[in-house]
């Protein structure tokens, strides 16, 4: 959290920036337009107000990105969420000052939970109105200081472009998540040098992608010589791109091991693939429950062990030896402890771990493996999420499971609010690929709690 001076961009210098010809002057809300194009900005969600109008009219005076007008600023944030979920892309969102920037505090908030990548560019009082308790003041880089991954509040206009760049590196390296700009009104007014910055970095923030070689080869020992293995994946191999759930598809043929996600990670590995054992945790599905409660080995990749997931830590997994793949080193032994830490990109890391396995020699424990598969057939026979539709009520499962079977051939893209339908839809709607289901994982604005299923006794403690 900085002011627009501090942290400068490191900027490799282009021929371009050698030429005579003076750069472009134009007015801070052109530059920032211009900057969004360059960086191939599509659409923008937002709603407008007095302290960002300037940015408007210079919307209007263009063509190359589409606005979207909501009717609430949260629900701008949700949209350009919804936006990023779907496309893989960062979401752009332009709201006013005070209770602009205010109202899109819940949909900031949710994206640093699910780790979603959006920019949010919110308006500000001019800068010598600042802390004046001027009309429609709001200290927004105070305010989303700890609901968003970084934020600035510009006081110079020829910083616009550096920062309008780097906002969008945050946002999209390591671990996404929302970055808010704060842009006073006559910032956006006064006069500047547009210059493009080129190779773009930032000097202290550098994340880590690729994972330590050793802890790899550690990694690919301890699975070797599972008997019970899983892997866990969540929201961050979605978040790592196409390529890492390909990965993961990959690993999970070439080792035969089972595999479970969060809700945040459905698509990730097909729903129909007989090694997907469903979503697992409080709304998850018996064979999942099981199978992590009695597993030797567990990987873990791109999630948190969330409180939802895991109910009682202590006797979560309590015989695991559990490696967890995270970009972010901080969620590393934050919830859960792990035997080995691994921080890196999901898809570079598994990738690192598909290679060494399929170098191995020695062959994998497969009588040991065929009696696991058979014990977790066993649980799956149990058929927890089945349903008997009978009479003229239709069940909201039996609406759910018909939906999937008329549209799964035409790759529909399902979004759902919070609350029982959307544990409905991840236990019913059978998810193919990543990308196609969008919803809110850390910030569902709901406490309902639901016993298990009937005749279910679960071995273990949940937080029910």
């Not at 030429?19 to 211009?34: H, K």
């Not at 944030?77 to 919804?82: F, W």
């Not at 309008?164 to 946002?171: D, G, N, S």
């Not at 399902?414 to 339908?421: L, R």
């Amino acid at each position: 959290m900085t002011t627009a001076e501090k942290q400068p961009l490191e900027e490799t210098p282009s021929p371009a920036d050698h030429q005579s010809s003076p750069p472009e002057m134009m007015s801070g809300a052109a530059l920032v337009m211009r900057a969004l194009a360059d960086l191939k900005v599509e659409v923008i969600f937002g709603y407008p107000g007095g302290a960002v109008l300037p940015l408007y009219d210079e919307l209007f005076r263009q063509s190359k990105i589409k606005h979207i007008l909501v009717r609430h600023e949260q629900a701008a944030v949700h949209a350009a969420e919804g936006y990023a979920r779907a496309s893989g892309k960062p979401g752009v969102v332009l709201v006013t000052s005070g209770p602009g920037a205010t109202n899109a505090v819940t949909g900031i908030t949710d994206a640093m939970l699910d780790s979603i990548p959006i920019v949010v560019l919110t308006g500000q009082v001019a800068t010598h109105l600042i802390g004046n308790d001027a009309f429609q003041e709001a200290d927004t880089v105070g305010i989303t200081r700890h609901c968003s991954k970084h934020n600035y509040l510009v006081k110079e206009s020829d910083q616009l472009a550096r920062v309008i760049f780097e906002a969008f590196h945050v946002a999209t390296s390591g671990r996404p998540g929302p970055v808010v700009v704060d842009l006073p009104k006559d910032i956006q007014v006064d006069l500047a040098p547009y210059k493009r910055p080129s190779g773009v970095s930032h000097r202290t923030y550098r994340p880590q992608v690729k994972g330590d070689r050793v802890l790899v080869e550690k990694a690919v020992a301890m699975l070797a010589g599972a008997k019970k293995p899983i892997i866990y994946s969540g929201g961050g191999v979605i978040n790592a791109g196409p390529q890492a759930s390909d990965t993961l598809r990959r690993f999970a043929r070439t080792t035969g091991f089972p595999v479970t996600s969060t809700l945040m990670g459905l698509g990730a590995m097909p729903a129909s693939d007989p090694q997907f054992l469903g979503m697992l945790g409080m709304h998850g599905t018996y064979e999942a429950n099981m199978a992590m409660h009695a597993c030797d080995v567990m990987l873990c990749v791109g999630a948190r062990f969330d409180d939802r997931v895991t109910g009682r830590v202590d006797a979560f997994a309590p015989h695991a030896t559990k490696i967890h793949i995270d970009i972010d080193r901080s969620s590393i032994n934050k919830n859960v402890p792990v035997h080995l830490g691994i921080v890196g990109d999901a898809g570079h890391v598994l990738e690192d771990i598909l290679t060494l396995w399929e170098d191995r020699k020695k062959t994998p424990l497969e009588d040991d493996h065929k009696r696991w598969w058979a014990e977790i057939n066993g649980w799956r026979d149990r058929k927890c999420l089945a349903f008997e539709q009978s009479g003229p009520v239709i069940l909201p499962q039996h609406a759910i499971a018909r939906l999937h079977s008329l549209t799964k051939d035409r790759t529909p893209i399902i979004s759902t609010e919070v609350g029982q339908h959307q544990m409905w839809a991840a236990q019913y709607f059978g998810f193919e690929k990543p990308n196609h289901w969008l919803t809110s994982g850390g910030l569902e604005p709901w406490a309902m709690v639901c016993p298990p299923p009937s005749g279910h006794n679960w071995p273990f403690p949940m937080p029910w």
